[in-house]
T-cell receptor, first 118, second 113 residues
């Protein structure tokens, strides 16, 4: 079974600065998808960014980018020019490329709470 | 395009009762997944439905059940509620193909007294 580990329960960043959230995962599969979701106080889970394992190029979405290291099974999220609205719980998630059996579910890490200060 | 909707948003029940939660996916999405979120256990997968068939089930007791209708709307039911069922229940939809991104609804917050 796949596992996702987020070792930073809380992080803090000053507005306009850059912060990196860590995520490692364990899998025996070669094809899979990785995601970062953001959950603000409203509790709505919002997709931040997605990475396909077969792509060597790191995904970027505006101020959000990832550092995907497949061999190390590491998937960190970098937030540049942090804004007050970035304050939220961030979850790293894994999904198998397969869609049979239990493979199509998302497996989540425990989350990292990001605080943004003035 | 409208997002995933969940009703009701908040619910208070007492032990022993049953509850039904509803989820309407994004138009065109045929897969609906349900997750339970609690402070102690985090986010846990409940089940997934695709084209009215349960394709996937997590490790939850039989008190937790679900179904999907022909219009892809899904319901989940919890019978004989226990205090430990208090949680945020999140529904997510996707097109249902391999690796498709799941988009989440706002959740239903259930409190069992």
């Amino acid at each position: 079974a796949q596992t996702v580990t987020q070792s930073q329960p809380e992080m803090s960043v000053q507005e306009a600065e850059t912060v990196t959230l860590s995520c490692t995962y364990d899998t025996s599969e070669s094809d899979y998808y990785l995601f970062w979701y953001k959950q603000p106080p409203s509790r709505q889970m919002i997709l931040v960014i997605r990475q396909e394992a077969y792509k060597q190029q790191n995904a970027t979405e505006n101020r959000f980018s990832v550092n995907f290291q497949k061999a190390a099974k590491s998937f960190s999220l970098k937030i540049s020019d942090s804004q007050l609205g970035d304050a939220a719980m961030y979850f790293c998630a894994y999904r198998s490329e397969l869609w049979t059996g239990t493979a199509s579910k998302l497996t989540f890490g425990t989350g990292t709470r990001l605080q943004v200060t003035l | 395009k409208a997002g995933v909707t969940q009703t009701p948003r908040y619910l208070i029940k007492t032990r022993g009762q049953q509850v039904t939660l509803s989820c309407s996916p994004i138009s065109g999405h045929r897969s609906v997944s349900w997750y339970q979120q609690t402070p102690g256990q985090g986010l846990q997968f409940l089940f997934e439905y695709f084209s009215e068939t349960q394709r996937n089930k997590g490790n939850f007791p039989g008190r937790f059940s679900g179904r999907q209708f022909s219009n892809s709307r899904s319901e989940m039911n919890v019978s004989t509620l226990e205090l430990g069922d208090s949680a945020l229940y999140l529904c997510a939809s996707s097109k249902g193909m391999s690796g498709e991104t799941q988009y989440f609804g706002p959740g239903t917050r259930l409190l069992v007294l």
